[in-house]
């Protein structure tokens, strides 16, 4: 039995591979933070000893992006920090570590879809700590595989989605950002990606390691998105509301959001044969999903 261990496993994603079916012979691990807490490294080397991991796949991270403006010191404890101990711990143990981070690290202002070897440059808190996860998963751990994906969404938690039902049967109309471009990425579709690449890594010496993007194919601004969403849910018999397409500057966050968060899956698709699915889909399925009953 092959053991994987899965830090963050309450989050979307985590939700996401908790109802995946594996690969034959996987057996997946989900602790809480009270049995795995990143920020203490004995407690994480016991958890490892006692368990016999044989790959972590690694989703713990701080996501509120506004609230880290004000608290910078959490979210480089928890995103640069913790992630800096789990490589640590990995590498010593020649555990491959699959880690995920985002769009944020870059500055959004380039004029095509983000490659993997493009500069960085957040432009928020949230980014920067995210950033320096990643310098600390390729300091310490050669073997991992980084995947940098977009505006996760899933039928679970808090996401876009969510709250365009939620507040399309709340008023009859919505103001939703359209100058911001990127692709929402299921959460469904980054768990099974996150599974395929962890087989490779474990199966094959020789698989590509190193940092990939992945989202769902397409290019789709915040408006978008809201009004496939509310196209959906009305033929479906649910809410839905009628868009209104305004400016970022007429919508001011805590933090600076990037206006290009568009990632280039070329890399990703050429080693790992995986070509993912249209945004539209994706999105489609998971309106579905929420309409036929309540998700946590």
């Not at 309450?10 to 809480?32: K, M, S, W, Y």
């Not at 880290?68 to 913790?82: G, L, V, Y």
């Not at 018999?237 to 400016?247: L, M, T, V, W, Y």
């Not at 805590?254 to 280039?264: E, G, W």
């Amino acid at each position: 039995m092959t053991r994987i261990l899965v830090t963050g496993g309450e989050g979307q994603v985590g939700q996401a591979l908790q109802r995946c079916d594996g690969p034959h012979g996987f057996e997946f691990l989900f602790p809480t933070r009270d049995h795995f807490d990143l920020s203490h490294a004995e407690q994480m080397m016991s958890y490892v000893n006692e368990h016999t991991i044989d790959g972590v796949i690694n989703l713990a991270a701080y996501t509120a992006v506004d609230k880290a403006e004000d608290e910078p010191d959490e979210a480089f404890r928890i995103n640069r920090d913790a992630v800096s101990h789990l490589a640590e711990l990995t590498a010593n143990r020649d555990i491959p570590l699959l880690h995920v981070s985002t769009d944020y690290v870059f500055s959004g202002e380039l004029d095509r879809a983000y490659r993997e070897d493009d500069a960085t440059g957040p432009v928020s808190v949230y980014g920067a700590s995210k950033e320096a996860g990643e310098h600390a998963v390729r300091l310490h751990n050669p073997n991992h595989a980084i995947i940098r994906t977009s505006w996760v969404v899933s039928p679970f938690r808090n996401n876009f989605i969510k709250t365009m039902l939620r507040l399309a049967s709340e008023r009859d109309q919505l103001n939703i950002v359209s100058d911001q471009f990127g692709a929402p990425t299921s959460a469904k579709d980054l768990a099974d990606v996150l599974l395929l690449i962890m087989q490779r890594l474990l199966d094959d010496d020789n698989a590509a390691r190193g940092t990939f993007h992945f989202s769902n194919d397409g290019v789709a601004s915040w408006a978008d998105i809201a009004e496939l969403v509310m196209q959906h849910s009305g033929s479906l018999g649910g809410p839905h509301a009628q868009i209104h397409r305004i400016a970022t500057s007429n919508y001011p966050t805590r933090a600076i959001r990037p206006k290009n968060s568009r990632l280039d899956t070329t890399k990703f698709a050429t080693h790992f044969g995986y070509r993912p699915r249209p945004w539209q889909t994706a999105v489609r399925d998971i309106v579905g999903d929420l309409l036929q009953g309540d998700r946590p």
